[in-house]
């Protein structure tokens, strides 16, 4: 379940695969609401152990794309700060893990302070 904020969230179904040291993750949100079509996303997450960080790309099918990268987990939180993006408007971004089944997330729409501006959460099916 995510969605822009003041918007009611969409259902979406996120799956991850890691092969060779690349995580791919691929969304997809069927159309619903005052969706007409469907959404999709892929997502592609690599350590950088040259400058001990991870790399991230994202690609939708609305032409959006973005370069970001984070530190290592902190305890729960994943902090991304957006390098590029197709509407050269970076943010930021962080991921929560709730529990190893669950875990939330939130951007924002400045690369530190500014308005959330898309949040949702995921649960692991079984």
Request: charged share 15%; hydrophobic share 30%; net charge neutral.
């Amino acid at each position: 379940m995510a969605g822009n904020v003041g918007q009611p969230p969409s259902h979406a179904t996120a799956t991850y695969a890691l092969d060779g040291g690349l995580l791919r993750e691929f969304v997809l949100v069927p159309a619903q609401g005052k969706m007409t079509s469907p959404y999709t996303l892929q997502i592609a997450i690599t350590y950088d152990a040259k400058r001990h960080r991870f790399a991230q790309t994202g690609l939708g099918n609305d032409g959006e794309w973005w370069v970001s990268y984070a530190k290592p987990w902190s305890g729960t939180t994943e902090s991304w700060i957006d390098h590029a993006t197709a509407n050269n408007k970076p943010g930021h971004s962080e991921n929560v893990r709730e529990s190893s089944n669950h875990f939330s997330f939130m951007s924002w729409d400045a690369p530190t302070g500014g308005k959330v501006n898309f949040k949702g959460s995921c649960t692991r099916s079984t």
